[in-house]
């Protein structure tokens, strides 16, 4: 597993230190017994990605691998955030408010300390940690191809002051070459396509550009 890049919140302006994984075998840091288990974690949490996408292509009536074919061979980045305790964690974030931009993420939640929150009808909500389970966010490109039905969350990490916390975040992202393009058979009379088509590389420029903790980018892309 090749090291991508080491961010401080990733651009996003948090109190949590990141390192961001990519693609490739064999090379950075760790044991081969400690990059074995990387690497298998990383293979089985894919699998359990392309699985979700199915069901979402076919909750929404399509093929079962409606999505995997447009969002074409998906790369996976992963974020291990590691997040200090905060003195005054009132004053700063995690993570700020943010959506996230590629098409789904699967989080392992530190079970010992919370933080994730994630906002519905207007309120940030925590989410607790629950031994054997992740959580998953419909990210932004989910959003695009359902056309609107499934809706990419709104999240958050916060900090606190006595403890340390740790979570590894697990991104599918579409390949550079994928059309992001509402599937026809969502399109009839009643139901015109909410966003333009774009490739992932015009959206993420987009993404990085815009005020990530204001605006949905996704509002950039509508017709
Ligand atoms: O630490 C968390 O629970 C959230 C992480 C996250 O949102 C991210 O890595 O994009």
Redesign the pocket.
């Known amino acids: 597993m090749g090291l991508w890049g080491r961010m401080r919140g990733r651009g996003c302006g948090g109190w949590g230190q990141g390192i961001v994984w990519c693609g490739g075998v064999g090379v950075g840091g760790g044991t081969e017994d400690e990059l074995e288990i990387v690497s298998k974690y990383c293979n089985e949490v894919r699998e359990l990605g392309f699985r979700l996408e199915e069901l979402i292509s076919e909750s929404l009536g399509l093929d079962k691998d409606c999505m995997k074919d447009v969002l074409g061979e998906q790369g996976q980045h992963m974020?291990i955030?590691y997040y200090p305790p905060c003195p005054q964690p009132e004053l700063t974030y995690?993570?700020p408010g943010h959506t996230?931009p590629n098409a789904l993420?699967i989080?392992l939640?530190d079970l010992d300390v919370s933080?994730?929150q994630v906002l519905k009808d207007g309120k940030w909500l925590s989410i607790k940690p629950h031994p054997g389970a992740f959580v998953i966010n419909i990210g932004d490109q989910i959003q695009a191809l359902s056309n609107g039905k499934y809706k990419s969350v709104w999240?958050r990490?916060l900090v606190n002051s006595d403890n340390p916390r740790i979570?590894i975040?697990s991104f599918l992202v579409p390949s550079d070459e994928a059309l992001i393009s509402t599937p026809t058979p969502l399109l009839d009379n009643e139901s015109v396509a909410v966003y333009k088509d774009y490739t992932y590389p015009e959206y993420y420029k987009k993404f990085w550009s815009s005020n990530l903790d204001q605006e949905h980018c996704l509002e950039l892309f509508k017709n």
């Open positions: 974020a955030n995690g993570l996230d993420t989080l939640q933080g994730l999240h990490a979570s975040a």
